[in-house]
């Protein structure tokens, strides 16, 4: 399967990916805030990145546009998952570089769905 890292502040939500990604078989990677999950997609890059926007030391937009500026991440899928939902939000997300676009709540079965199409797609 797919080495995922999930960059997400709210400690439950980040468990919550965990168990969901790592129950099918992924291995994943935890980063609590935008300055570590930065670190952590350099140190181990993975195949796909899933990121909270709205995060300490940087946001979830802000590491998307520092990954998608680095040709060694060209392959690497980005999925925001946010409670921000306006179509503004979603289009700088996009301008940024996610290849999708998540907002919470999601449940289980979206998610891991989203995630195969994703990979299937890298």
Not at 27 to 50: E, K, Q, S, T
Not at 90 to 101: E, F, L, N, P, V
């Amino acid at each position: 399967m797919a080495h995922v890292l999930v960059v997400e502040d709210d400690h439950d939500v980040a468990a919550l990916l965990q168990q969901i990604l790592a129950g099918i078989g992924h291995d994943v990677d935890v980063a609590h805030d935008g300055g570590a999950g930065l670190a952590a997609a350099y140190a181990h890059h993975p195949d796909m990145v899933i990121l909270d926007w709205m995060m300490p030391i940087k946001t979830g937009v802000e590491v998307c546009a520092a990954l998608r500026s680095d040709p060694n991440f060209d392959s690497t899928r980005i999925m925001m998952i946010t409670a921000r939902s306006s179509p503004q939000d979603i289009s700088r997300a996009k301008t940024a570089g996610a290849d999708d676009y998540f907002v919470k709540p999601f449940t289980p079965r979206e998610l891991r769905s989203r995630v195969a199409t994703l990979l299937e797609s890298s």
